[in-house]
């Protein structure tokens, strides 16, 4: 491919190539510090015209790679940093096989981690984001990556995807040198993304041990309600791409962790209620 | 070296690899669902700890595939048996239940079975009542051409098990110029100790090669030759073979296409082939080869040109001229 960049994401590597060099440009910027990748990559991601002449008339970026998705609509070149990232996590839910990947974010404290799902618009990026600049280490807003032999979490700090009202939150609280270009107009509205501060990447080699798993919701009037066993397996089976194409190991896996883990479903009306919530129910778990 | 020359290469000779460009040959074996053969080839050599890693999930995950596969096959035995009729697996899932080498880091999609044209429609009815579901708009152009030419059913998806099932009542599409003895195929197949069904060796072999040659423009061709290759070697073991292969390749008219098969796993995967049947090289193999090796570094497919003669050779295939009008006609017009 003509341009070229390969990025360390915690303990996965990536190749992407792309036929133009804006794409790649605007990644190298939000990716500035982070680890000298493995040579050997994981996954490949290619962003390449859909048709030969898409290159230059009206230029579209369609996603491919190892692992394609058949019917996936091809973006606007403007959103071509977008298509990057979609192309890393599209290889990561179709081809990771080495963990349990849980759709989650995951902060650590002392060791031990705190899971938050939940569906999309939950808030469970911009609240990682948040723990992340209050005292906590992000290790992903993302994808929680669950080790199949240990148990362990490790971290997976891509850049933070915030959407819409969440990247003024974020700008409050961060330097402005962090942040990726605005997008407006993307599939999924406006999209900013944020760079993890240095500790995040400094030590995103570093697993922590699962110690709580929370179901955050916002929007709600500040409430906190227990989620039984079995509901929480469920919920988390279906918050992971892979469960099913991991057979007995990923059963195995999920049911230590939800066996070690308390849990509980909370919800909150703002972002600084809900980081006092989560800093309470951390404690009851301890 | 492109991406698919250094995959064969791997492939046929794992103690050639060296220390290279690992990631295009991951690419490769991944863009030609080769990555789990690859894995199991590759497994005792001595390589990169990274390049360990990925290479042993994907053990594990050919490994899970091949669970799924079987299972799939059983849960179709169990909803087909009431009919008690003969239903024969192909393609990678009957490697899987005879336990062939054939099937060792198999990646494995949708479920293939043979069943006599006769029995079509109660087979239908038996899926339909046991949670499967049809895909295609039940009475348009795709499914009437389905029913009306070709050697299977539209496919259908299983409700909660998401896994497709292609049910065939012969190995070729019936507007194709050879015709197969789909009953030859069914009154010699292998009665196996789990209680599946599968073709017998030298109808394996013939099945491959009019899929690779005879059907279909090549796409995922490295895979169906290297099934051809380790099904070789397997069924050469016994000195009848080779003369039964001839004799079941002529009976099912495709003699042309066993040969190339057999001439281009010998070119690209070191196959030992009875010379006999693998039949004088012809210029047009170059070509051929060609098509399979056209992946480059980075997964791509290469040589759109040679890809496009080979899509319309494969409508050549398939229909005599004045149908393949009429479908163009239909389907430019959609």
Redesign the interface.
């Known amino acids: 491919?003509k341009h070229s960049l390969s990025l360390q994401i915690g303990p996965v590597?990536f190749?992407i190539?792309s036929t133009w060099a804006a794409p790649l440009d605007a990644l190298a910027r939000l990716y500035a510090g982070y680890p000298e990748p493995?040579?050997?990559?994981?996954f490949?991601v290619?962003l390449?015209p859909e048709s030969p002449w898409r290159r230059w008339v009206r230029p579209s970026v369609a996603i491919?790679?190892?692992?394609v998705l058949p019917d996936a609509a091809p973006m606007s070149l403007a959103h071509g940093l977008l298509a990057a990232e979609m192309g890393m996590n599209l290889q990561m839910a179709l081809?990771q096989?080495?963990y349990l990947l849980l759709h989650a974010a995951s902060v650590e404290k002392g060791g031990r981690a705190l899971i938050l799902t939940g569906e999309s618009g939950a808030g469970k990026s911009t609240l990682a984001a948040l723990l992340g600049e209050r005292g906590w280490r992000l290790m992903g807003d993302e994808f929680a990556l669950l080790d199949l032999d240990d148990g362990r979490l490790r971290a997976f700090p891509r850049a933070v995807s915030l959407k819409n009202g969440a990247i003024r939150v974020m700008e409050r609280e961060v330097a402005a040198e962090r942040f990726g270009p605005r997008l407006d107009g993307t599939p999924k509205g406006s999209i900013r993304h944020l760079r993890p501060n240095p500790r995040a990447l400094e030590a995103m080699a570093e697993p922590a041990r699962p110690a709580l798993i929370l179901f955050p919701r916002f929007g709600e009037a500040t409430a906190v309600r227990p989620v039984g066993q079995a509901e929480v397996f469920m919920r988390l089976t279906q918050a992971s791409t892979n469960y099913v194409?991991?057979?007995g190991?990923g059963f195995d896996a999920l049911t230590k962790l939800v066996d070690a883990c308390p849990s509980a479903a909370m919800d909150y009306p703002d972002t600084d209620s809900a980081v006092e919530l989560v800093e309470t129910l951390w404690e009851q778990a301890a | 070296m492109s991406g698919a020359r250094l995959l064969v290469s791997a492939l046929r000779d794992p103690a050639s690899v060296r220390d290279g460009d690992w990631n295009a040959l991951i690419a490769a074996a991944r863009a030609e669902q080769l990555i789990g053969s690859l894995a199991f080839r590759l497994e005792g050599q001595k390589l990169p700890p990274k390049l360990e890693a990925i290479l042993n999930a994907a053990r594990r995950d050919a490994n899970q595939q091949r669970v799924q596969a079987l299972w799939e096959a059983e849960m179709t035995r169990r909803a087909l048996a009431p009919l008690d009729i003969p239903m024969i697996l192909l393609k990678g899932n009957a490697f899987h239940a005879a336990g062939f080498g054939a099937s060792v880091g198999r990646s494995v999609g949708d479920l293939d079975i043979l069943v006599p044209r006769e029995s079509l429609v109660s087979v239908e009815t038996a899926l339909i009542g046991a949670g499967w579901e049809r895909m295609k708009d039940a009475d348009g152009y795709d499914d009437l051409y389905y029913r009306q030419w070709m050697h299977e059913l539209p496919p259908l998806i299983h409700r909660t098990r998401d896994r497709m099932i292609d049910v065939h009542h012969t190995i070729l599409p019936t507007t194709a110029r050879p015709t197969p003895d789909a009953g030859a195929l069914i009154a010699d197949s292998l009665l196996l100790e789990n209680g599946l069904r599968v073709l017998s060796p030298p109808d394996m072999i013939v099945h491959a090669a009019a899929h690779l040659f005879a059907d279909g423009d090549l796409a995922g061709g490295l895979r169906n030759l290297w099934d051809i290759d380790r099904l070789l070697r397997e069924f050469a073991v016994d000195p009848g073979f080779w003369p039964r292969l001839a004799e079941r390749a002529r009976l099912h008219q495709l003699s042309r296409p066993v040969a190339l098969a057999l001439r281009l796993a010998a070119r690209l995967y070191g196959t030992p082939v009875d010379p006999s049947l693998a039949d004088r090289g012809r210029l047009t193999d170059r070509f051929f080869e060609a098509r399979l090796l056209a992946r480059n570094s980075w997964g791509q497919p290469v040589r759109p040109a040679l890809r496009f003669a080979f899509y319309v050779r494969s409508h050549w295939l398939r229909m005599p001229p004045l149908m393949l009008a009429r479908h163009l006609w239909v389907k430019a017009k959609s």
């Open positions: 491919m590597a190749r190539g493995d040579r050997i990559c994981d490949t290619r390449e491919h790679g190892d692992y081809g096989k080495h194409s991991l057979g190991a």
